[in-house]
């Protein structure tokens, strides 16, 4: 659905993407991920048309984004940063000029705008001005005016920002209803967003592709170690101890008092060997749990310079 | 040509939704009323004294009431359209929703087309209360219809010309403050122009300044003439502004 090959953005001597390569299949929803300034929200402007590449090409469903802007745009819902709305407006004006614009047939508009606010979740503020609503309703309003010409594929930058808990979930939720129909691209830095909602992760650091898979694939990728937390009563000599038993590559302190951080191959014997040494240690086991690889653990690895990247042990 | 008309319905709209077209409506309204009470009264005076000398030969309406009436009307619009037209695009950049028209399936003439239109709409729909005047004094007095139909003629082209330039400035702001600035400076440049042309030495340096000037043409038409030359230059000049207004829009998105 979306194709995207050697797409470079250059702001005079700034790289801001470089060389970037990826495509999204009908149906998908991929994560967009990076820290601040990544060029997560210049590739999007890049895929809606609003702002030229210096060098690449994205082609949605076929169509050239330079060639034919048109039909691309006819094809894209796309929710910016800053939500496109017209403070002195209702709702649902706003949701009919936007379908009009979009180029929505006449006798569908209506339904667009009913359909628009039902998913959105906007019956009840439909008769307010947009200038009156709170910052959550107007994020709303965004995702609706995103949604309202039924579009193949869906740009969402940052949806969820500005909304309280509930109404990050009920987005969320939406979104991965959204799938199978829309193709959805969404750029996010709250990483448990990712995990909640996307079928694939594009993490994007300095205008690279760092990685790109699923939540699952990454994890695997980047540990061949695994890492438990031990709790014990007595120290004593505990830690030569440990380092004694086969598979253990390392072990130490943790953050709590009488806590080790073991880090071991990666494999199930070594496991077991490990729990049956430090019960036999007597130095008297509190706590025993594998400490799972978290996204943050992955973006920061794959994000990070080399300096900082020595803080951040995986 | 739809959607055009989706953008200048939306933006007419919204003078409306506001206070802007009511204060500017009210207030060129206000001003009309007295610069019509003081240029009525000094032709009655006139008019009272040439018969008072026994001279019953009358002034005409058309020539001492509305073409120095109707000449006026430019001095005010050369403030009040830029005002009107200020937000017509520096608002959108202001509130990001530029990226929403920008986004959508749509041309940057068509969006320039939706402005031009809304402006247009709005300015025209406040002179058109200037039509009151000859329509009231028909009642009490004679004079030639024609000449009040050709400033009219001449005052929407004039006005087409302010509103493209307006237009034009405020595609390249933000700031509706600079785009009034902008609109107005470039409004007065083309209307100083005209002096210019008054102190030139070559024939051929006046004929081109006097035709580059925005009021010399607006003249012709208060005095009931139709210059094909002057329609020419009005379409002209607006197509122009609509069209480097067109090329910034366009311009955005290789910044």
């Known amino acids: 659905m979306i194709e995207i090959s050697n797409l470079t953005k250059r702001y005079g001597s700034i790289n801001a993407i470089h060389n970037l390569n990826f495509s999204v299949k009908k149906g998908e929803i991929i994560g967009f991920l990076g820290p601040n300034g990544a060029g997560k ?3 999007m402007k890049i895929i809606t048309g609003f702002m030229a590449p210096t060098s690449g090409s994205v082609k949605i469903a076929g169509f050239d984004v330079f060639e034919n802007p048109i039909e691309v745009k006819k094809r894209i819902g796309y929710l910016p940063e800053t939500p496109p709305l017209y403070s002195d407006m209702l709702v649902k004006d706003y949701l009919r000029y936007v379908a009009q614009i979009k180029g929505l047939p006449s006798s569908q508009i209506e339904p667009g705008v009913a359909r628009a606010i039902e998913k959105a979740n906007l019956g009840q503020v439909q008769k307010r001005l947009i200038g009156n609503l709170s910052k959550g309703f107007r994020q709303r309003v965004g995702v609706a005016q995103a949604l309202v010409h039924n579009p193949d594929v869906l740009i969402l930058d940052e949806p969820t920002v500005g909304l309280d808990p ?18 959805v691209v969404l750029s996010t830095h709250v990483l448990p967003e990712v995990t909640a909602t996307c079928q694939r992760i594009i993490i994007i650091n300095k205008g690279e592709i760092a990685a790109e898979d699923t939540f699952e694939g990454l994890s695997k990728r980047m540990t061949s170690t695994r890492r438990f937390y031990v709790k ?4 004593g000599d505990f830690e030569a101890q440990v380092k004694k038993i086969v598979g253990v590559k390392g072990i130490r302190p943790g953050t709590a008092g009488n806590s080790y951080e073991v880090e071991l191959d990666k494999n199930d014997d070594s496991n077991e060997m490990l729990a049956e040494a430090i019960v036999k240690s007597g130095a008297g086991l509190m706590e025993f749990r594998s400490i799972d690889v978290s996204l943050e653990d992955i973006f920061l690895k794959l994000t990070t310079t080399d300096v900082a990247q020595q803080g951040a042990t995986l | 040509m739809t959607k055009i008309l989706y953008i200048a319905n939306r933006d007419f709209k919204s003078y409306f939704t506001g206070l802007v077209a009511y204060v500017a409506a009210g207030l060129f309204m206000m001003l009309m009323s007295w610069m019509f009470f003081n240029v009525f009264v000094y032709f009655a ?3 009272y004294q040439m018969m008072a000398q026994g001279n019953h030969q009358s002034f005409s309406l058309n020539e001492y009431v509305f073409a120095p009436h109707f000449s006026n009307v430019n001095v005010i619009l050369l403030i009040m359209i830029p005002a009107l037209t200020m937000r017509l695009f520096a608002e959108e950049r202001k509130n990001r929703t530029l990226d929403l028209l920008m986004t959508s399936p749509l041309t940057a003439g068509q969006i320039v087309a939706g402005k031009f239109i809304a402006g247009l709409g709005i300015v025209w729909t406040i002179i058109g209360t200037l039509a009151l005047y000859p329509i009231v004094t028909s009642f009490f007095g004679h004079f030639d219809k024609g000449p009040i139909l050709t400033t009219f003629l001449g005052l929407g082209l ?5 509103v493209a330039i307006g237009i034009f400035a405020s595609s390249l702001t933000e700031s509706a403050i600079i785009a009034f600035i902008v609109a107005f400076v470039i409004e007065m440049f083309f209307w100083v122009i005209g002096w210019a042309g008054a102190s030139m030495e070559s024939a051929m340096g006046q004929t081109v300044f006097n035709y580059l000037s925005i009021v010399g043409h607006y003249a012709d038409f208060t005095k009931g003439i139709i210059d094909t030359s002057g329609v020419i230059y009005y379409v002209s000049m607006a197509f122009f502004f609509c069209f480097l207004s067109q090329r910034v829009l366009e311009s955005a998105r290789w910044r």
Do not use: A
Not at chain 1, 176 to 182: A, I, N, Q
Not at chain 1, 232 to 235: D, L, P, Q, S, V
Not at chain 2, 158 to 162: D, G, I, M, N, R
């Open chain 2, 45 to 47: 005076n006139n008019q």
């Open chain 1, 41 to 43: 929200t210049t590739t």
């Open chain 1, 166 to 183: 509930k109404q990050v979930i009920e987005i969320r939720n939406l979104i991965k209803e959204l799938s199978g129909d829309h193709t």
């Open chain 1, 232 to 235: 014990i009563r007595r120290t």
């Open chain 2, 158 to 162: 004039l006005t087409s010309v302010y």
